[in-house]
């Protein structure tokens, strides 16, 4: 999830659950498949993008330390 929101394409086996697709620059592959198909597909994918522009089309902002860090602070401050 966290490759996917810094801008990152994925290759996954189809076996990882599908809740972690969090973008549309993700890709499953059977186990069974052959070394060969896979290279294959790998080299079709369109790789490159702005990674930095990408995160801010993507809802991973729940990712964001700082944002987290903030609301950490204020559940522990809630409970003195």
Same mark, same amino acid.
């Given at each position: @999830?966290?490759?996917?929101? #810094?801008?990152?394409?994925? =290759? @996954? #086996?189809?076996? @990882?659950?599908?809740?972690?697709? @969090? #973008?549309?620059?993700?890709?499953?592959? #059977?186990?069974?498949?052959?070394?060969?198909?896979?290279?294959?597909?790998?080299?079709?994918?369109?790789?490159?993008?702005?990674?930095?522009? =990408?995160?801010?089309? *993507?809802?991973?902002?729940? *990712?964001?330390?700082?944002?987290?860090?903030?609301?950490?602070?204020?559940?522990?401050?809630?409970?003195?």
């Amino acid at each position: @999830v966290e490759a996917q929101c #810094s801008g990152l394409y994925c =290759f @996954v #086996s189809d076996t @990882v659950a599908p809740e972690t697709r @969090v #973008s549309g620059r993700y890709d499953t592959f #059977s186990l069974n498949e052959s070394p060969t198909a896979i290279a294959e597909r790998l080299q079709r994918a369109e790789l490159a993008c702005d990674r930095y522009a =990408f995160y801010d089309t *993507l809802a991973c902002d729940w *990712l964001d330390i700082e944002k987290e860090a903030r609301k950490l602070e204020q559940y522990y401050f809630a409970l003195t």
